[in-house]
């Protein structure tokens, strides 16, 4: 063998390493790149993502033109370095060849190419995407041939190549994507897009007023305490009823009711019924989600929780479940009058007031898998009747009955987790 011819190998050899570490670097960078940022870019027409989404849509043909290439290139690469030794070394050249190369391959040709690829798969991808894109033209009948084998053995197991598609991102997923958003948006908005994905774990139960708190008005009530009720009612809306809550007979509207007695003093029940819209129902236990779409369907605002016997439960509005997903609409003394926060950094906090309100305003933890609100908590753990005075420690927050009524907890105090001053 000549110098000269030597000095061509040589060169030869050093186009295969790098031959090599181009297809170890297209390789891991197209199956690690982001697909959905990928589907994003293209469409918005980005070429080189449209480019690679082609190649990925057939992982056989891509892994196939990409392997061929890397086995040829490292085969070929063995054998003129094995030439090389032996020319200079003799037989004891040929293994020299061998252990020196593998190191060069492994170093240069897989381990550092693969991690550049790794860190920055999406750039690398776009860029390897076009000259794999025309070997694999130029490669394609031996391409063809190689899937052709492979796919039938996978057929026997049952894979179908042709049909691959990436599963969609679960809810759990979506959640951890939306976690790993920190920094990119803002708090408020990635709490929204977390209580949306967990509309469907919530039901109306989770968020309705319950029975005993709903302000309504008796139909049956005497014309003037009626008008007196709907003058002191804060809201635009008052539930009706006869004798009890379980006999809802509508929604009272009083907007428009109120204007009619600012310019008439000539008011009957006749001139308010109209004024009372039917009442809307849903069982107990319906999903957030598809209660916000039955809302949406109906144009009802407000709906009455009923128990499989027909009795009312509670009541929830589209504005609770507006307010689940992106939290409360005013910043006004509402939510202090259910919560207050006492210098010690304890909070009173009324007994109808639900856990994962509490929770959400101070951002503690008490346990939400059991009673819905502070008083059926308390209650549950005392396994008896409340008492003012009478303390229990939950989850390692110690909680005190401040006001007891009617057997029930109005008020209480929730002090901050022992742990905290350990």
């Avoid at 809810?171 to 967990?198: A, N, P």
């Avoid at 819905?372 to 009478?390: D, K, Q, S």
Wanted: hydrophobic residues 45%.
């Amino acid at each position: 063998m000549h110098d000269y011819q030597v000095l061509i190998f040589s060169a030869v050899l050093l186009l295969l390493v790098l031959l090599a570490a181009f297809f170890s670097c297209a390789e891991t960078a197209l199956m690690a790149v982001n697909r959905y940022r990928l589907r994003h870019q293209a469409h918005l027409r980005k070429t080189a993502a449209m480019r690679v989404l082609k190649l990925l849509k057939r992982p056989d043909r891509l892994l196939g033109v990409i392997l061929i290439g890397s086995t040829f290139a490292n085969i070929l690469a063995s054998s003129l370095a094995t030439l090389i030794a032996f020319h200079y070394f003799g037989d004891r050249g040929a293994i020299l060849a061998a252990i020196l190369l593998t190191f060069i391959i492994l170093i240069f040709a897989e381990i550092a190419p693969k991690t550049l690829a790794a860190i920055y798969a999406d750039q690398v991808a776009r860029f390897v995407s076009y000259p794999v894109q025309i070997i694999l033209g130029l490669l394609y009948p031996v391409v063809w041939f190689a899937n052709v084998i492979t796919n039938g053995l996978l057929r026997m197991l049952s894979i179908k190549v042709a049909n691959y598609e990436v599963s969609p991102l679960s809810r759990e997923e979506l959640r951890s994507v939306v976690y790993d958003t920190r920094g990119k948006i803002s708090r408020q908005y990635q709490h929204m897009l977390l209580s949306i994905l967990d509309l469907n774990k919530l039901t109306v139960n989770d968020i309705m007023v319950p029975k005993h708190d709903i302000n309504g008005i008796d139909i049956d009530l005497p014309l003037e305490m009626m008008i007196n009720q709907i003058k002191s009612n804060d809201q635009d809306w008052l539930p009706v009823f006869h004798n009890h809550i379980n006999q809802i007979v509508g929604v009272l509207y009083s907007r428009d009711l109120l204007r009619l007695l600012l310019v008439s003093e000539q008011v009957t029940k006749e001139n308010i019924q109209v004024f009372i819209e039917d009442p809307y129902f849903v069982p107990s236990g319906t999903s957030l989600y598809a209660q916000l779409g039955y809302f949406q369907e109906n144009h009802n605002k407000i709906a009455f929780v009923v128990d499989e016997y027909g009795d009312v439960e509670g009541l929830v509005t589209l504005n609770d479940i507006l307010e689940e997903i992106v939290g409360d609409f005013t910043t006004t003394t509402a939510l202090d009058k259910h919560v207050i926060k006492q210098p010690d950094g304890s909070y009173l906090v009324e007994g109808t007031t639900s856990v994962r309100e509490f929770n959400r305003i101070t951002e503690w933890e008490l346990p939400q898998n059991g009673p819905r609100t502070i008083n059926g908590l308390i209650v549950e753990y005392l396994e008896a009747l409340p008492h003012e005075g009478t303390a229990v420690l939950i989850a390692n927050y110690p909680l005190e009955i401040m006001r007891v009524k009617e057997n029930r907890i109005k008020l209480a105090r929730v002090y901050p987790r022992l742990q905290a001053f350990i």
